[in-house]
T-cell receptor, first 113, second 114 residues
């Protein structure tokens, strides 16, 4: 079946540090991959997405590349800010025949000033 | 911008009460979803709907039912609330593109059952 595994948190970084949150997936076919972010007290919002292998999604300084050979979609940011403190969810949507999104467990990020 | 609204941000109910959680989206999306979010478990799908009056069970439907009488509105019903239903409930909607199902979320309802 389809599944998403992401690194456990919390992740604590100092401002301007480099961020990597690992995400790997299991899926049949050609899924679309997503990163969602949830700021304190809010619902999830889409951060970036990639719909096919080797695509790079990017937004607000965050990037992730769809790697089919390693079934990975790691989230990176070169220099984090305190305002990036949130919970990050990796997710996949099956390419065909279904529209249920599978979410990872979420990784909480704390950024210290 | 897509807007998904939920009827309450915080709700406190007693065990055995019937609870209604309402969700409304303004983008004419066919698909709507109800999730619950619990620490360490991520998001778990309770029910989803792909059209008016159509519904499908998700991964944890027990103790819940849903109603979709109008395209923009998707209601989650707890028939007899129990303490193990204390959780954050998130509603989402998505357009019907075949290969990319980006979801738009409401702000969530934090339900406490005492």
């Amino acid at each position: 079946g389809n599944s998403v595994t992401q690194m456990e948190g919390p992740v604590t970084l100092s401002e301007e540090a480099f961020l990597t949150i690992n995400c790997t997936y299991t899926a049949t076919g050609y899924p679309s991959l997503f990163w969602y972010v949830q700021y304190p007290g809010e619902g999830l919002q889409l951060l970036l997405k990639a719909t096919k292998a080797d695509d790079k999604g990017s937004n607000k300084g965050f990037e992730a590349t769809y790697r089919k050979e390693t079934t990975s979609f790691h989230l990176e940011k070169g220099s984090v800010q305190v305002s990036d403190s949130a919970v990050y969810f990796c997710a996949l949507s099956p390419g065909t025949g279904g529209f249920k999104t599978i979410f990872g467990a979420g990784t909480r990020l704390f950024v210290k000033a | 911008d897509v807007k998904v609204t939920q009827s309450s941000r915080y709700l406190v109910k007693r065990t055995g009460e019937k609870v209604f959680l309402e969700c409304v989206q303004d983008m004419d999306h066919e698909n709507m979803f109800w999730y619950r979010q619990d620490p360490g478990l991520g998001l778990r799908l309770i029910y989803f709907s792909y059209d008016v009056k159509m519904k499908e069970k998700g991964d944890i439907p027990e103790g819940y039912s849903v109603s979709r009488e109008k395209k923009e509105r998707f209601s989650l019903i707890l028939e007899s609330a129990s303490t193990n239903q204390t959780s954050m409930y998130l509603c989402a909607s998505s357009p019907p593109e075949r290969s990319v199902y980006e979801q738009y979320f409401g702000p969530g309802t934090r339900l406490t059952v005492t």
